[in-house]
């Protein structure tokens, strides 16, 4: 008998325990590497979709067997409890929030970061570090079931990382939003000027502010407006032209996901553009399903492509620059561009919305 969401007991247990051992993955690998695990697995199951569609002349029996290796493959691995980023992903956010407290992480050298905005690291195997990794994929799929279970129109991973990395800051006695120590939460000049931090708390612990920037924007190389603005929207019309020659919601995410792997290996400038290709296929997805053109839908992907990249710069100056925790700008974006992408469905201006749940 389901209780929850169409769940049963034995499918909520299943799902608690694989979840765990996720959270506990991705704090194990790193929250970045987990993440780019997921953009393989998605291009891999997208791949296998594809080829279930287009493949002609192998049988039915190829056609099927793609079929299931492709939904096989993106649903239960890369957005399940295995490389979900609400779960794995999530987990490494909440482990290295609770290792930089903890002696988990290395100290850091003069300019870096806050150690617990260091997602590339990978936290080994201490069990202590681990558990918080299970815990909060766990708590990461509690939210992304509840958040689809109640048909929000909201992309439900998204929601999860989103929440996640909040409580892990609240848990561990971190600021929830930090303190700007320039003209406001959108000035990121002190980065630009090399100002330094003074010597205060955070969180109850000192921080030896003389290493860290004042300003800490989430990529360096990728925050001035007009830039974000022109890769979402190179980034946005190459998606919804992917949508429009195979038919994949996913694709462009998986390619963009992926990429992350060179920035995780240090190649330096890698822009991040998972929350522009994301929400550029959906609307160029909407479009197309009602009739519109090609054209029309590479405009409208270059839109919501720059849309997703704005977003994700307003989130990183508010929640990431002057935090101490790593504060996922892109997952935020993907929440608010999923939901605008939602309430133009329910308004009837398109009749779907991509991947986006709707009531």
Same mark, same amino acid.
């Given at each position: 008998?389901?209780?929850?969401?169409?769940?049963?007991?034995?499918?909520?247990?299943?799902?608690?325990?694989?979840?765990?051992?996720?959270?506990m993955?991705?704090?194990?690998?790193?929250?970045?590497?987990?993440?780019?695990?997921?953009?393989?697995?998605?291009?891999?199951?997208?791949?296998?979709?594809?080829?279930?569609?287009? /493949?002609?002349? !192998?049988?039915?029996l190829? *056609?099927?067997?793609? @079929? %299931?290796?492709?939904? $096989?493959?993106?649903?239960? =691995? +890369?957005?399940?409890?295995?490389?979900?980023?609400?779960?794995?992903?999530?987990?490494g956010?909440?482990?290295?929030?609770?290792?930089?407290?903890?002696?988990?992480?290395?100290?850091?050298?003069?300019?870096?970061?806050?150690?617990?905005?260091?997602?590339?690291y990978?936290?080994?195997?201490?069990?202590?570090?681990?558990?918080?990794?299970?815990?909060?994929?766990?708590?990461?799929?509690?939210?992304?079931?509840?958040?689809?279970?109640?048909?929000?129109?909201?992309?439900?991973?998204?929601?999860?990382?989103?929440?996640?990395?909040?409580?892990?800051?609240?848990?561990?006695?971190?600021?929830?939003?930090?303190?700007?120590?320039?003209?406001?939460?959108?000035?990121v000049?002190? /980065?630009?000027? !090399?100002?330094?931090?003074? *010597?205060?708390?955070? @969180? %109850?612990?000192?921080? $030896?502010?003389?290493?860290? =920037? +004042?300003?800490?924007?989430?990529?360096?190389?990728?925050?001035?407006?007009?830039?974000?603005?022109?890769?979402?929207?190179?980034?946005?019309i190459?998606?919804?032209?992917?949508?429009?020659?195979?038919?994949?919601?996913?694709?462009?995410f998986?390619?963009?996901?992926?990429?992350?792997?060179?920035?995780?290996?240090g190649?330096?400038?890698?822009?991040?553009?998972?929350?522009?290709?994301?929400?550029?296929?959906?609307?160029?997805?909407?479009?197309?399903?009602d009739?519109?053109s090609?054209?029309?839908?590479?405009?409208?992907?270059?839109?919501?492509?720059?849309?997703?990249?704005?977003?994700?710069?307003?989130?990183?100056?508010?929640?990431?620059?002057?935090?101490?925790?790593? /504060?996922?700008?892109?997952?935020?974006?993907?929440?608010?561009?999923?939901?605008?992408l939602?309430?133009?469905?329910?308004?009837?201006?398109?009749?779907?919305?991509?991947?986006?749940?709707?009531?």
């Open positions: 008998m389901a209780i929850v969401f169409g769940l049963e007991a034995i499918d909520i247990l299943v799902l608690v325990i694989a979840s765990f051992a996720g959270g993955f991705g704090a194990s690998l790193g929250a970045l590497p987990a993440f780019v695990f997921t953009g393989i697995m998605v291009l891999v199951g997208e791949a296998g979709n594809v080829v279930s569609t287009e /493949f002609v002349g !192998g049988g039915s190829v *056609a099927d067997a793609a @079929g %299931g290796y492709g939904a $096989g493959i993106v649903g239960p =691995l +890369a957005f399940g409890p295995v490389f979900g980023p609400h779960v794995a992903f999530a987990g956010v909440a482990a290295a929030a609770y290792a930089a407290k903890n002696d988990g992480m290395p100290a850091p050298a003069d300019g870096d970061y806050h150690p617990a905005k260091d997602i590339a990978a936290l080994g195997t201490r069990p202590d570090i681990l558990a918080v990794g299970g815990v909060f994929g766990i708590i990461g799929m509690a939210v992304r079931q509840t958040s689809a279970g109640l048909a929000l129109p909201l992309d439900p991973p998204a929601v999860g990382v989103v929440l996640t990395a909040l409580l892990a800051r609240a848990v561990f006695g971190y600021e929830l939003v930090g303190t700007p120590l320039g003209k406001g939460f959108l000035d000049s002190p /980065f630009e000027t !090399g100002r330094k931090r003074e *010597a205060m708390t955070d @969180g %109850g612990t000192a921080t $030896g502010g003389s290493y860290r =920037l +004042a300003v800490e924007p989430w990529l360096p190389h990728q925050y001035k407006w007009s830039g974000v603005a022109a890769v979402g929207m190179a980034v946005g190459l998606s919804a032209y992917i949508f429009a020659r195979t038919g994949s919601l996913f694709i462009p998986g390619i963009s996901a992926t990429s992350l792997l060179f920035l995780n290996l190649v330096e400038k890698i822009p991040v553009t998972h929350h522009m290709s994301l929400p550029a296929t959906f609307i160029a997805s909407m479009a197309m399903l009739g519109a090609v054209p029309v839908a590479l405009v409208l992907g270059a839109g919501f492509g720059v849309l997703g990249g704005l977003f994700g710069e307003v989130y990183e100056r508010v929640f990431y620059a002057h935090g101490s925790t790593h /504060f996922d700008p892109p997952a935020a974006s993907i929440v608010t561009t999923t939901f605008i939602g309430l133009l469905a329910i308004a009837g201006v398109f009749t779907t919305a991509g991947a986006v749940p709707l009531p």
